[in-house]
């Protein structure tokens, strides 16, 4: 039994950790005012019928500290990529020479940073939620373990245990969201 409460524990904590991951990706899409290739992950581009995300199809690269720079591999391709960053409303106008797409990343304004600070939280709670969630299957399954027979003192190391990784896990989403909320409120 204690065996199964170890691999229920550690499905917990592979839980916490996928919540941490997804939070990571989630914040390089919040734009800080700096080009970032970061903005550009989930974008896809109709590739012949099939949609297909836009480093497959192009090389993505940052020019200076305001500009990214997309140079699609077929020149056919130029405008499928425009298209696809105006359907995914992000903000920015592309400039589309006939060789390379620019974006040019625009300051934000004070109003926007605070905008982008408060949305950066949200998503920080929105981890901490799935961390709770991870915890409470784990924390119910070792109850009912005690219930079925496990000894009770070891049930309560576990739950102290699975505690000790929850608050480790907040801790890491709290300096990620403080993280980037400098990086949007630094100027």
Same mark, same amino acid.
């Given at each position: ?56 199809? $192009?090389? @993505?690269?940052?020019?200076? =500290? #305001?500009?990214?720079? &997309?140079?699609?591999?077929? +020149? *056919? ?24 797409i ?24 929105? $981890?901490? @939620?799935?961390?709770r969630? =991870? #915890?409470?299957?784990? &924390?119910?399954?070792?109850? +009912? *373990?005690?219930?079925?027979?496990f ?5 309560k ?30 100027v």
């Amino acid at each position: 039994m204690s065996d199964t409460i170890d691999s229920i524990q550690a499905q917990g904590a592979a839980q916490m950790e996928l919540a941490i991951d997804h939070l990571k990706k989630e914040l390089t899409k919040i734009r800080t005012g700096k080009a970032s290739t970061g903005l550009l992950d989930g974008l896809l581009v109709d590739y012949y019928g099939s949609n297909t995300p836009l480093s497959q199809v $192009a090389n @993505v690269g940052i020019a200076d =500290a #305001r500009t990214i720079t &997309i140079q699609p591999w077929e +020149k *056919s391709m130029l405008s499928k990529i425009e298209q696809s960053i105006f359907a995914a409303n992000m903000g920015i106008t592309p400039m589309n020479d006939g060789e390379i797409i620019r974006l040019s990343i625009p300051p934000l304004t004070e109003e926007r940073r605070r905008d982008l600070a408060k949305q950066a939280k949200n998503m920080g709670e929105e $981890a901490k @939620v799935a961390l709770r969630h =991870a #915890r409470h299957k784990v &924390i119910d399954f070792i109850k +009912k *373990s005690i219930k079925d027979g496990f000894p009770e003192d070891m049930g309560k190391r576990k739950e102290a245990e699975v505690d000790k990784l929850l608050h480790h896990h907040s801790e890491a989403v709290d300096h990620l969201i403080a993280s980037k909320e400098k990086d949007i409120m630094t100027v």
